[in-house]
């Protein structure tokens, strides 16, 4: 069964930084893209960033572009969300998810083309 692992939340305040990871087990890592989402109870799951096969090949919601930074290790089968400058506004639940490249280069920014999600992993900003 393919796992996929978060870690790195918490409560932090506003200008902070915060880099979850997230560690894949069961799967050809490098086969996949591998994406950063965040839902709220008030908004519907929003992609934050993606990466396709390698780190030349990322995508970032407008809303995080300068501030977040989205990396993988194929190495080490994990996916990271470096997190600067944080606003109050990044609070949510955040998640990975993976999908199946498909000889496809480019990070995948469609969510339902994720097949593999996480449990989740808070994070909460304060002003």
């Known amino acids: 069964q393919v796992l996929l692992v978060e870690s790195g939340g918490g409560l932090v305040q506003a200008g902070d930084s915060l880099r979850l990871s997230c560690t894949a087990s069961?799967?050809?890592?490098?086969?996949?893209?591998m994406g950063w989402f965040r839902q709220t109870p008030e908004k519907e799951r929003e992609l934050v960033a993606a990466v396709g096969w390698n780190n030349g090949y990322t995508s970032y919601a407008d809303s995080v572009k300068g501030r977040f930074t989205i990396s993988r290790d194929n190495a080490k089968n994990t996916v990271y969300l470096q997190m600067n400058n944080l606003k109050p506004e990044d609070t949510a639940v955040y998640y990975c998810?993976?999908?199946?490249?498909?000889?496809?280069?480019?990070?995948?920014?469609?969510?339902?083309?994720?097949?593999?999600w996480g449990q989740g992993t808070q994070v909460i900003v304060s002003s």
């Open positions: 998810a993976a999908a199946r490249r498909l000889g496809r280069v480019s990070a995948t920014t469609r969510g339902d083309q994720y097949e593999y």
């Open positions: 069961l799967l050809t890592f490098s086969g996949y893209s």
